[in-house]
């Protein structure tokens, strides 16, 4: 599975808990993987560290049975389409010969 990007959604400060929380989601060839993740942090935290923090956190929380996670099959719009097939200047002849030989184009 390769992950293309990550990106961090709903992004909360818990003051009760000193901690920041979000929900990480992973775009990969198999779809949408958001994970649940935190980072004990204060409030005035350097932003680049909570961001790459959180998505260690998610990362590692992917593989966790007990971790709070989903996963999306990706759109029909967002998979790979088949290559079509080359036209030539005979294509419609042939398939107009596929058609009469009882294979259907």
Same mark, same amino acid.
């Given at each position: 599975?390769?992950?293309?990007?990550?990106?961090?959604?709903?992004?909360?400060?818990n003051a009760a808990d000193?901690?920041?929380?979000?929900?990480?989601?992973?775009?990969?060839?198999?779809? #949408?993987? %958001?994970?649940?993740?935190?980072?004990?942090? /204060? +409030?005035?935290?350097?932003?680049?560290?909570?961001? @790459?923090?959180?998505?260690?956190?998610?990362?590692?929380?992917?593989?966790?049975?007990?971790?709070?996670?989903?996963?999306?099959?990706?759109?029909?719009?967002? #998979?790979? %389409?088949?290559?079509?097939?080359?036209?030539? /200047? +005979?294509?419609?002849?042939?398939?107009?010969?596929? @058609?009469?030989?009882?294979?259907?184009?």
């Open positions: 599975m390769t992950q293309s990007q990550a990106q961090i959604g709903n992004l909360t400060y000193e901690c920041y929380q979000a929900l990480v989601t992973f775009h990969t060839d198999e779809g #949408r993987i %958001r994970v649940a993740c935190t980072h004990t942090a /204060p +409030l005035d935290a350097d932003p680049d560290e909570v961001e @790459r923090a959180l998505i260690s956190d998610a990362m590692t929380g992917q593989d966790q049975p007990n971790r709070l996670r989903s996963r999306l099959k990706p759109r029909l719009s967002d #998979r790979p %389409r088949p290559t079509p097939e080359p036209k030539t /200047p +005979l294509h419609g002849a042939v398939e107009w010969l596929r @058609r009469i030989g009882g294979r259907a184009a």
